[in-house]
């Protein structure tokens, strides 16, 4: 009997040391992430000013960059090696007549030479400035240095929690040396005074917001690309996705339009126990959707029970964030469109009855991009 319980109290503490280093483990396999939300100038700040020269060699300031309303400031990594940032910035100058019909005036800035610009310029029809920042200081000014590339290439690099860091925020492949001083890639919406209206960050180094989407963010919900219309028994929807077109890594929306009938009206978030409408999306291989964003609700008090929930009884918009996954380079060049399924769940409801809950299917078809993986042709020395 002793032997046996001698027996089982080793087992037990046996058990418990493999649990305690087990969870050890896991812990250590987590990434120790950055709050890049964080980082930076933030919502109602003033950025710092700057003086950089643009890809032909003219001195740029904050207020030479400056529209009617204000700009747009785009930090990206390198217009050299980079390829998610030269797909962003072949995306900007697709906008750059909107932006500035919007009074926003555009500017993107790297570690990148004056030489480099100019040939990634001449290479890709870029019209709007790119600011040369060899050194990073004005990167680092702003506070959105990327210090994982120094922590993967120093003493720790062969630390795993490093490792975990690099791959999130640095490259897949490892750090090395071009990427000191590169920022994390970001978005600055400033007024003329150079105070932050909004700001757009992401995790991943392969993310990119893209200008469309920033406008959904905005509440810019004029959709610039073919909608569809549905009908159905209580409400209206036009369903469209923020962009006609997208490339691995871009942030996208997909949105619906709800238009409810005369009288009726949907349930909100907080409306206890009634079906709350939802704009759901399937996720696939290539794509990552995030939760639903709802607009403000109004309350609605049905009288007959004495009770006020949270509804939407006037037209109002709801929207899905999808990411294109990086690993979606593979299918670009074989397919040129991406429909992505969706449905829109609800319950409609009068000042008389509830109807039968409704599951209206929807999609949304994007064309696809390549990255841009053609490498900048570099100035010859003479």
């Not at 649990?19 to 250590?28: F, K, M, P």
Request: proline share 7%; charged share 20%.
């Amino acid at each position: 009997m002793e032997d046996f319980m001698r027996r089982s109290t080793l087992c037990f503490a046996s058990a418990v040391v493999m649990a305690i280093v087990l969870g050890a483990i896991g812990r250590a396999q987590e990434v120790r992430k950055i709050d890049v939300s964080k980082l930076g100038p933030q919502v109602g700040a003033t950025v710092p000013d700057f003086t950089l020269p643009d890809q032909h060699g003219k001195p740029r300031t904050l207020q030479s960059v400056m529209g009617t309303k204000g700009a747009m400031i785009v930090f990206y990594r390198s217009a050299d090696w980079c390829p998610y940032c030269k797909t962003q910035l072949l995306e900007l100058q697709s906008q750059y007549d909107s932006l500035r019909k919007d009074g926003l005036g555009l500017v993107g800035i790297s570690y990148d030479s004056q030489e480099i610009l100019a040939a990634f310029s001449e290479q890709h029809g870029i019209t709007f400035p790119l600011l040369s920042d060899v050194g990073s200081a004005t990167i680092t000014r702003y506070g959105i240095l990327n210090t994982v590339a120094e922590e993967g290439l120093g003493p720790n690099g062969k630390d795993p929690d490093v490792i975990a860091r690099v791959k999130l925020y640095v490259s897949a492949n490892g750090a090395n040396e071009r990427q000191r001083g590169i920022p994390f890639p970001g978005t600055f919406i400033v007024d003329r005074s150079g105070r932050v209206k909004a700001r757009f960050f992401e995790d991943s180094y392969t993310v990119r917001n893209t200008v469309s989407n920033i406008r959904v963010r905005l509440n810019d919900m004029n959709p610039a690309v073919p909608a569809t219309s549905i009908a159905s028994k209580n409400l209206d929807v036009i369903a469209y996705p923020s962009d006609a077109s997208v490339a691995p890594g871009n942030r996208f929306s997909l949105v619906a339009r709800v238009t409810p009938r005369n009288g009726v009206h949907v349930y909100a978030p907080g409306a206890g126990n009634y079906k709350i409408i939802d704009l759901k999306v399937v996720p696939g291989q290539y794509i990552r959707p995030t939760r639903t964003k709802y607009p403000p609700s109004e309350v609605y008090f049905f009288k007959p029970l004495n009770e006020k929930v949270p509804t939407y009884q006037k037209p109002f918009t709801l929207t899905q964030e999808v990411v294109l996954d990086a690993s979606a380079r593979e299918v670009t060049s074989k397919q040129t469109s991406l429909t992505i399924g969706g449905a829109l769940t609800y319950q409609a409801c009068d000042d008389r009855l509830c109807y039968d809950p409704v599951t209206l299917p929807l999609s949304w078809t994007v064309g696809l991009k390549p990255i841009v993986t053609e490498a900048t042709v570099r100035p010859a020395t003479k």
